[in-house]
C-alpha cells in the first residue's frame, strides 16, 4: 500500500526579488511500513522535501499525497489536525518542552492534541516508555536526560499516538556514533512492533546505510532512488 | 482548558523571578488602587455623612431666590405659613422621606456684655432637627449630648465664637437680631452647648429654639426659610428631589411662576466638587493601573513568544491547533492577572483591618478627621476584573502572534 506519493514536486522560495528552487520535478512513492532517508548533502532538498510530507509547508507545484489525503493545500488548521492524527515528528534537537517530564513530554500530544482521557493516555504511554527503554526515567526533565535519552523520549513522543508515518529531520545529527545507532535501531524496532512507516532525512553515509529505502537528492532533485519506491521515483531509472 | 492552565502555569514557573517580578508590579498596583478607593471613599463618606447628618440634610426646600442671596440670610425671602403648609403636605406624601426640619435662619449680635461678635442662627425644632440631623448632636464638644438639643432661652454656640469670646457653657449672652421691618430686639441665653466647627455652610452656625428665633424677629406667624429633609436611603436622593420638585411646582405666585426650590445637599456645599474629584482622581488611579498591567504583562509575554519560538514551533509541529497555541499564551497572562490581583486583594484586605484597629486620623481645617477605610466587594471584583481582563487583553497580541507563528521559520529559530 502506497502511503506517501508525490508528483511532480516544486518548492520555490521567494528570497528578496530571487525565486530560489528548492525541490525540481520530485516525483516518488512510499510504501506502508517502509524505513526510509531522504539523503543528500546540505542544500539539496531534503528538510524541504520532509517538511512537504510533514504537511507543514506547501509544495508550489504538483501533488503530493499522504495517507490517501491530498495534502498540497491543506489550511493552517486542517494540517495542524491532520499531524496531530496521522503523523510523529522526530527532530535533530529533540525539541522537548523544558518544564515538562519526559512522562508529560510524550503524554502532550494525547492530551493536548488528541484529548485522550487520563485512563487511556496512561495505559498508551507506560506501553511507549517501557518500548523505548525510559520507564525508569519517566519523572526526569529534559535537562537531566543525556542526549540519546532525550531522543528516546522523542521518539516515545513521535509514536504515542499510533501515527501511520514518523518524520524524522537528521534524527541523528546531535548525538555521538553509537547512541546514532541505537537510536536508529529504536527505530526499527518500533517500525516491526507497531507497523509504523519511518521516513528520516539524513547526510550521514552510516546512518544512510540503515535505511531500507533511500532517496538520494541532489540540487532538489531526486538523483537515485534505492529499495522499494515507485520506478517514477527517478525518472528515466529504473528503481 | 484545565490542562492548557496546568501547562501555562509550568511555562511561567520556568522564569519564576520574571514571573514574580510581573506578579509583584501588579499587586502593587492593586494595592495602591483599592487602598485609594478605601480611604478616599472613607473620607468622602465622613466628609457627606457629616455635612448631611449635622448640617444639611439630604435635602432642603427654600423660596425660591433665597438660596442665591443665603450668604445675607434675607428676612424678605421666608416661606409663609400657607407655603409652609403645602411643603409640609408634599413631605408627608413623598415615602422616601424620614423626616424634616421646619428652619429660621438668622443674622445676630452676639454680646457676652462686654464685647459682641456676629453669629448667623438656625432656630430650630429640637425635636425635628435631631431627626432630621442626627449628626449635629455628635458636634457638641461641651455641654449635655443627651438631652433636648436646645431649650426655650439656650444658645449653641460654635467653638470659634466660644473661645474668641471667651464664653463657657453656663454662661448668659445676649443676642440681638433686627427684623423685616428695621425693628431691633434682643434676648438673653443660656450657653447649653460648643459645637465643633464643620466643613460647608452652616459648619459655625449657632443654633436657638424657633420660638426664641420667632420671638428675636417679632414674628408672629410661623414662618420659615428653610425646610431640610432627611431620606431613609441617600442613594434614593435624586428621585426623590425630582418627585419633591414636581410636587411643590404647582406652588405659584400671582404671575404663575413657581415660588419654591428644592436642592439637593449636591447643590448645597461646595464638598460635592470636591467629592467629584476624588472620583476623577480615582479613575486616573484606574487607567494607571490599565497601564501597569499592560504593559508589564504584555513585555513580559512578548518575551516569553520570543524566548520559546522552536518550542512553538515543535508544538505546531506535532499538531497543536493554533487556538491552543494562543490559549497557552492566554492561560499564562491570565495567571499572571490572577496571581497579582488574587495577592494584591488579600495585602488590601489585611492593610484594610490594619486600618480599621489603628484608623488614621488627619486635621481637616479646624477639625480631625478620622479614617476607618472599607473596601467594598464590587470594588474588590471591579479591580480584580480590570487586573485580569487586562491582563489577559495584554497577552492577546504575544499569544496571537505565537498561534500565526510559521512552524518551519518558528523551528529554524536559532
Known sequence: MTLI??????????????????????????????????????????????NLVGCLDHPTSGRLTVLDT????????????????????????????????????????????????????????????????????????????????????????ALVGEPKLVLADEPTANLDHDTAHRILDLMKRMRDDFGTTFVFSTHDPKIMAEAEVTLTLEDGRIAHAAGATSPAAVPGEPA | MIATLKLAARNLSRYRRRTLLTALLITLGVVAMLLFVAAAGSFKQVM???????????????????????????????????????????????????????????????????????????????????????????????????????????????????????????DTVVLVATNRQGSVN????????????????????????????????????????????????????????ASLEAKLGDVKNKEGKSVLEVHTWEALTPFYNIARMIDLMTLFIRVMLVAIVLVSVMNVMLMAVYERIREIGTLAAIGTQPGK????????????????????????????AVLNVYPLTFPFGRQVITLKPVLALGEIGLVSLLVVGMAVLASLQPAWRASRMDPIVALRHV
Not at chain 1, 517502509?34 to 520532509?50: D, E, I, M, R
Not at chain 2, 457629616?50 to 416661606?79: C, E, F, K, W
Not at chain 2, 466643613?199 to 408672629?220: K, N, Q
Open chain 1, 5 to 50: 506519493h508525490a508528483s511532480s514536486l516544486a518548492k520555490t522560495y521567494r528570497a528578496g526579488d530571487i525565486d530560489v528552487p528548492a525541490l525540481k520535478d520530485v516525483s516518488f512513492d512510499i510504501e506502508a511500513g517502509a524505513f526510509a532517508a531522504f539523503v543528500g548533502p546540505s542544500g539539496s532538498g531534503k528538510t524541504t522535501l520532509l
Open chain 1, 70 to 157: 491530498d495534502v498540497s493545500r491543506l489550511s493552517r488548521s486542517a494540517a495542524a489536525s491532520f499531524r496531530g492524527e496521522n503523523l510523529g515528528f522526530i527532530f535533530q534537537d529533540f525539541n522537548l518542552v523544558p518544564v515538562l517530564s519526559a512522562y508529560e513530554n510524550i503524554e502532550y500530544p494525547l492530551l493536548m492534541v488528541r484529548g485522550w482521557p487520563e485512563a487511556k493516555r496512561r495505559e498508551r504511554i507506560t506501553k511507549v516508555l517501557a518500548a523505548v527503554g525510559m520507564a525508569d526515567q519517566a519523572a526526569k526533565r529534559p535537562d537531566q536526560l543525556s542526549g540519546g535519552q532525550k531522543q528516546r523520549v522523542a521518539v516515545a513522543r
Open chain 2, 48 to 170: 457627606i455623612g457629616q455635612i448631611t447628618d449635622s448640617m444639611l440634610g439630604h435635602l432642603q426646600v427654600h423660596r425660591r431666590g433665597y438660596v442665591a442671596s443665603v450668604d445675607n440670610l434675607p428676612l424678605n425671602l421666608n416661606m409663609p405659613v400657607p407655603m409652609v403648609a403645602k411643603v409640609e403636605e408634599a413631605l408627608k406624601t413623598e415615602p422616601a422621606i424620614a423626616a424634616y426640619s421646619i428652619r429660621m435662619k438668622l443674622g445676630a449680635m452676639f454680646s457676652n456684655y462686654t464685647e459682641s461678635t456676629s453669629i448667623r442662627l438656625n432656630g430650630i425644632d429640637p425635636q425635628a432637627e435631631d431627626a432630621t440631623t442626627p449628626g449635629l448632636r455628635t458636634r457638641i464638644i461641651e455641654g449635655d449630648k443627651v438631652g433636648v438639643l436646645v431649650a426655650p432661652g439656650q444658645v449653641m454656640i460654635p467653638d470659634l465664637i466660644a473661645r474668641g469670646m471667651k464664653v463657657k457653657v453656663g
Open chain 2, 186 to 241: 434682643g434676648k438673653n441665653f443660656t450657653v447649653s452647648a460648643v459645637l465643633e466647627p464643620a466643613t460647608g455652610p452652616g459648619g459655625r452656625d449657632g443654633y436657638i429654639h424657633v420660638s426664641d428665633a420667632r420671638e428675636l424677629l417679632r414674628m408672629t406667624a410661623p414662618e420659615a426659610m428653610e425646610i431640610a429633609v432627611r431620606l431613609k436611603d441617600p442613594a434614593r436622593l435624586a428621585n426623590t428631589s
Open chain 2, 325 to 352: 497555541i494562543l490559549g497557552l499564551y492566554v492561560g499564562e497572562g491570565l495567571l499572571l492577572g490572577l496571581l497579582g490581583a488574587a495577592v494584591g486583594v488579600a495585602i488590601s484586605v489585611a492593610a484594610v
